[in-house]
């Protein structure tokens, strides 16, 4: 058994302690891990029991990386994963965050194709094959990303896309409009076709809002 000699709140590390043990044997913990089971000077610890600490302290500090980079917006289960690897957490560790993220409805790859659907469309229409392609790498099943996906039309999104880009091609003759947006429309995802149909739909309007 080892007993605990001092419990130190480590300076440079806000929101951990350090346990000290009077083997000479030492390691830190979060500090509300420490608070859970109340750990205090002079308590006795096996060596199981300072492995369970470490590995609760672990999912701990994992739980709170997924739950930071989860803050700004809603992330695919792959995303976190991947996240929480680089940042050197164990696989047993991850599995025990995604579950958990997932019993409280915080990880969910439906609703998050569904926001990030929801999103391009609002904020930066794209054709279909483009968000697809973008629920890919971020690690959505094929089977959800066809689910979400279906019914998107992008004669709609090709034409808020190109009402947006044409004020700043004002200035341009026909050939220019056509060349820079149509390129912008490229990059945008949407196919030769309504591209040409899209342009031409802009320039006119354009045109007949001209005054005579």
Avoid: C
Wanted: aromatic content about 8%; cysteine-free.
């Amino acid at each position: 058994m080892n007993t605990v000699t001092v419990i130190e709140t480590q300076m440079k590390r806000k929101g951990r302690v350090k346990i000290f043990l009077d083997r000479g044997l030492a390691f830190s913990l979060s500090l509300p891990v420490a608070a859970e089971v109340g750990l205090h000077k002079g308590q006795t610890l096996s060596l199981r029991e300072i492995e369970r600490l470490k590995s609760a302290d672990q999912l701990h500090r994992s739980m709170n990386s997924a739950l930071k980079f989860m803050s700004p917006r809603p992330r695919s289960e792959a995303e976190i994963r991947a996240r929480l690897n680089r940042h050197g957490f164990d696989a047993d560790t991850i599995q025990q965050v995604l579950a958990k993220l997932k019993e409280q409805g915080l990880v969910d790859d439906i609703a998050f194709a569904r926001f990030w659907r929801e999103n391009r469309e609002t904020f930066k229409p794209l054709g279909r094959r483009l968000i697809e392609l973008e629920l890919k790498q971020k690690g959505v099943d094929a089977e959800t990303i066809a689910e979400t996906t279906t019914g998107i039309d992008d004669e709609p999104s090709a034409y808020r896309a190109a009402q947006k880009k044409a004020r700043s091609l004002e200035r341009l003759d026909y050939p220019s409009f056509r060349k820079r947006l149509g390129a912008f429309l490229r990059r945008r995802g949407f196919n030769y076709e309504l591209i040409n149909r899209t342009t031409d739909r802009i320039w006119q309007e354009r045109d007949n809002a001209q005054p005579n």
